[in-house]
């Protein structure tokens, strides 16, 4: 099963807000309500953002928000702050009863 | 406070083993969903497999039934990953980590990690 689908880059100045988007199938994203971000610094293990598509856990700023579109989720950072910059990735269960990531998405605060 | 210890990684040749553990504290990890996740050099993150709470039943990602094994010792609080047949594909950072729902069915959001163990496949 190929990994979901996300843009390599993303890029904002100071106090933007940035939409990285992520591509799945009906087989997992389109299918299930279960979709998840992670922000991972380097050398960091990932860290939850997003969980159950646009539910934020406590402690996670209200600047990151998520949704969903048929098979595509989304994640956006608004006001964004340069401890923001990072790697985000997305993912989702999916039918083979397991987990699928996407590629990842370094963001760049400019 | 919840802490995730990942430890068992290393050195191997191709076609070897390598056994993964993962020390859970703060939590049992009976109650919780667990998944293995690795990371190859640079690159993005990859679901390995689950066992799930209470039951203990298991899935794996492509390709890697039959070669890993995910099970626990609930008398040790500790998560396993047993990898057998290795090849340098599999050269990763391995990290466990806890699905957020205490018990029912699994959310499939990982709210805690370990620092993860890195393993080498090599000659």
């Known amino acids: 099963q190929s990994a979901l689908t996300q843009p390599p880059s993303a890029s904002g100045s100071p106090g933007q807000s940035v939409t990285i988007s992520c591509t799945g199938t009906?087989?997992?994203?389109?299918?299930?309500?279960?979709v998840s971000w992670y922000q991972q610094h380097p050398g960091k293990a990932p860290k939850l953002m997003i969980f159950?598509?646009?539910k934020r856990p406590s402690g996670v700023p209200d600047r990151f928000s998520g949704s969903k579109s048929g098979n595509t989720a989304s994640l956006t950072v608004s006001g964004l702050q340069p401890e923001d910059e990072a790697d985000y990735y997305c993912?989702?269960?999916?039918?083979?009863?397991?987990?699928?990531f996407g590629g990842g998405t370094k963001l760049t605060v400019l | 406070e919840v802490q995730l210890l990942e430890s068992g990684g290393g050195l191997v040749q191709p076609g070897g083993s390598l056994r993964l553990s993962c020390a859970a504290s703060?939590?049992?990890?009976?109650?919780?969903?667990m998944s293995w996740v690795r990371q190859s050099p640079g690159k993005g993150l990859e679901w390995v497999s689950v066992?799930?709470?209470?039951?203990?039943?298991?899935h794996y990602g492509d390709s890697l039934e039959g070669r890993f094994t995910v099970s626990r010792d609930n008398s040790q609080n500790t998560l396993y990953l047993q990898m057998d047949s290795l090849s340098p594909e599999d050269t990763a950072i391995y990290y466990c980590?806890?699905?957020?729902?205490?018990?029912?069915?699994?959310?499939?959001?990982?709210?805690?990690w370990g620092q993860g163990t890195l393993v080498t496949v090599s000659s």
């Open positions: 980590a806890r699905d957020q729902r205490r018990g029912g069915a699994a959310l499939w959001g990982f709210d805690s």
């Open positions: 703060g939590f049992t990890l009976y109650n919780y969903a």
């Open positions: 066992i799930y709470a209470g039951h203990g039943g298991t």
């Open positions: 009906s087989s997992d994203i389109g299918n299930y309500d279960y």
């Open positions: 159950e598509v646009i």
């Open positions: 993912s989702s269960f999916s039918d083979n009863n397991g987990g699928i």
